[in-house]
């Protein structure tokens, strides 16, 4: 290992106060590690390659922050260590939109997804005992081991394009541009022996210091499970208790630069390590949730932020083409092969599925609010279907159903949707599993996708990289942000939130003040708001700016305009009516 060679000579030249010859030690060490990564065409591959490799860099921030007083430096240096493969592969989507081409799957590609198709649609049924289950995971891990030796043979066979899949470092003024006027930044850094946080606005960056990485998991830890027994119901968890929690946390996390953005609107939230799980809108000063004076939303780094809005930059509707504004989509997990009066079975942990009869109603009660809305359920809210394309036009995305987002392997995370042949063919192809991979798949130019199921914005938590799971997925796929949500919430809740949220952005404002508009609602229908409730645990990832423009369509146009004509003529008639005489 090269470059921990050069990062400890770094390391040692610092500890000597030679900060000039550390900084040359430490940078080399970096291009070295960022050099191995462009020779690796696997993602899976470089996943492995950042945890060990983010060493360089955290002393490098540390140098910056410590030696040379550089925050700007610093921030630029966290901002090469985060998201690298999430920001390639929309740098890559970029190029892919300006015409150059990607590609395309193969015979031996389509005959192991195929394999696998069928494996995981047998694991659904309750009618196998345990060691066949248990062998057909086994053969399922193989085939998905052959499967990604399969892409390490494509990267080798066909060379990897460091100009698209790895961006040039940004420049400082290239990162701050990014931002919107009234935005802020919160960009996290966890550390050995010290953490840091970067207060970002348009005008300039601030760096502070706070506590190591053990420590704040500690304290996030601590947090999140006083949260879960407070969401659950049977922890007997005092408001106080949870007040008090969040207060600490806003002290370490917030407090010191909550002078730096008291005058913005919004706050762009870039997590670190465990602070992914965290629901940064709902600390409290003491006064206040931060919710309460800030549209807030999270953004894996800047870099990907300022991708995901150069991609929808100037982005319109094809003359003639007429897009479904929203498509919601209600999926109960019934239909296929499975038997009515039989239990579909999670595939990978054998837990039953039970059905979900109310998110049809959701569908339809939501796709009301909008003119050029489809509604997909029943058989239509099947694999076969939404792989079809049927989502490449829509501005809004709805998804009511069950998902599933694995801890460990981000190919095992899901949306379980209904079982049939829908667009693409026969029932047997499919096995009503949206998986991680098949959703990158996806040719999406959504605005917004919203995941309304539990747990949808978990995932695998991967140093350097944040969460890989289903949020991860949407936007590589193309969606410009993801309300996905962090806690497990009930239909009742879900279907309450979802409501509102949609009436508030169909009155033009952005997703970040729809979001804010239901919190302030939930504040107010119950008082302090010391417990957190179900609903609030859903968060915006990506650009939380965004907001929804409806096409009118051709029979609408029609009627608006004969009612105008109507009116007009009214109006002309009164107008040159005669006096009555008398």
Known sequence: QEWKAFSDLGDYYFQLGQFEKAEEMQLRAVSLVESLRRQVGSDELRRHMLRPALLPYERLVGLYHNGNQDPAAAFVTSERSRAQILAGRLHAALAHDSGKPLRTTDPEERDLA?????????????????????????????????????????????GADATVLFPETPR?????????????????????????????????????????????EEKIHRFLRLQQKSLSGNGGIPESVLATARQKLYAILVGPAASDFSGKSTLVIVPDGIMHSLPFAYLNDGKNFLFEKHETFTAPSLQTLGFLRQRFEGKATPEGKLPNSVIAI??????????????????????????????EDEAW?????????????????????????????????????????????????????????????????HDGLLLWHEIVALNLNASLTTLASCRSAGGVLISGEGVMGLTQ???????????????????????WFMDRFYRKLR???????????????????????????PETGFILTGDGTTTYTEVSSPRKLSIQFAGAAVFLLLVFLIATRKPRQK
């Open 114 to 158: 195929a394999t696998i198709t069928f494996l995981q649609s047998r694991l659904q049924g309750n009618n196998l005992n345990q060691a066949v289950r248990d062998s057909l995971r086994d053969q399922i891990a193989k085939l998905e081991n052959d499967f990604s030796l399969l892409k390490l043979r494509w990267s080798a066979d066909e």
């Open 330 to 359: 209600g999926c109960s997990g019934a239909g296929g092969e499975i038997p009515e009066n039989s239990e579909r079975l999670h595939p990978f942990t054998d837990a039953p599925i039970p059905p979900l009869p109310s998110v």
């Open 172 to 216: 400082v003024e290239q990162l701050l541009a990014v931002l919107n006027p009234g935005e802020h930044l919160l960009s996290y850094f966890m550390g050995t022996d010290q953490s840091y946080l970067f207060s970002v606005n348009r005008s300039g960056i601030k760096a502070y210091s706070l506590p190591p990485r053990r420590l704040l």
């Open 365 to 429: 009660r939501l796709a009301g609010l909008f003119d050029n809305s489809r509604v997909l359920t029943g058989d239509s809210a099947d694999e076969g279907t939404i792989r079809s394309g049927v989502l490449e036009d829509a501005s809004i995305i709805h998804i009511a159903a069950h998902s599933y987002a694995d801890e460990v392997d981000s190919r095992r995370s899901y949306i379980l949707l209904n079982r049939g042949g829908g667009a693409a063919g026969d029932s047997s192809i």
């Open 473 to 495: 997925a949407f936007l590589y796929a193309g969606s410009r942000c993801v309300l996905a949500s962090q806690t497990n919430v009930s239909d009742v809740a879900t279907s």
């Open 507 to 533: 009155t033009g404002s952005t997703a970040a003040e729809a979001l804010r508009a239901v919190r302030l609602a939930v504040l107010e229908e119950n008082g302090s708001c010391g417990q957190l409730f």
